[in-house]
């Protein structure tokens, strides 16, 4: 089976198609983590954002990505992927928050850092990591 990485020819071979074509994913994919260990925040999503471009995302969504990630992660950007910890992504939210920015625009923030760890360090824990709520308006009811 004959795979290309960024122009590299790599040759995996095993007894069936199927088997050698599962090879080939998994040297793939180790090589992409090895180059990975070193990366910063900063890097990932500058990548992530890469990616989203060669697949054809509409032009704003890319600006707004952008902008996002040049502004929104500003305590963490350039920490290794391998030294993030939840609490350090916990804390970068809450400053978010209490620098006046809307429950919405942090869930923003939220959802594409965690597409970029998703991608980019996939052994990271993220369940404990929380949100900003919406706050709950009261209901006014008029009486006649």
Same mark, same amino acid.
């Given at each position: ?6 122009? #590299?020819? %790599? /040759? ?6 199927? #088997? ?15 180059? %990975? ?7 990932? *999503? ?8 060669? @697949?054809?995302? /509409? =032009?704003?969504?890319?600006? #707004? ?6 502004? /929104? ?7 290794? *992927? ?7 992504? @916990?804390? @970068? ?9 809307? =429950? ?17 360090? =996939? /052994?990271?824990? *993220?369940?404990?990591? %929380?949100?900003?709520?919406? =706050?709950? %308006? ?5 009486? #006649?």
């Amino acid at each position: 089976m004959l795979t290309y990485d960024h122009g #590299e020819r %790599r /040759s995996f071979t095993a007894e069936t198609k199927k #088997e050698a074509e599962r090879l080939a994913a998994i040297g793939l994919e180790e090589e992409r983590a090895k180059a %990975r260990r070193g990366m910063t925040l900063a890097e990932a *999503l500058a990548a992530y954002i890469e990616t989203c471009k060669a @697949q054809g995302y /509409s =032009p704003s969504t890319i600006r #707004e990505y952008t902008a996002r990630s040049r502004n /929104s992660f500003d305590k963490i950007a350039f920490k290794r *992927l391998e030294t993030l910890r939840p609490e350090n992504i @916990q804390a @970068q939210l809450d400053a978010r928050i209490n620098a006046g920015k809307t =429950p919405k625009t942090v869930r923003n923030d939220w959802f594409l850092l965690r597409s970029v760890l998703a991608t980019y360090a =996939p /052994s990271l824990d *993220l369940r404990r990591v %929380r949100i900003a709520r919406r =706050p709950k %308006r009261a209901k006014i009811i008029f009486r #006649e």
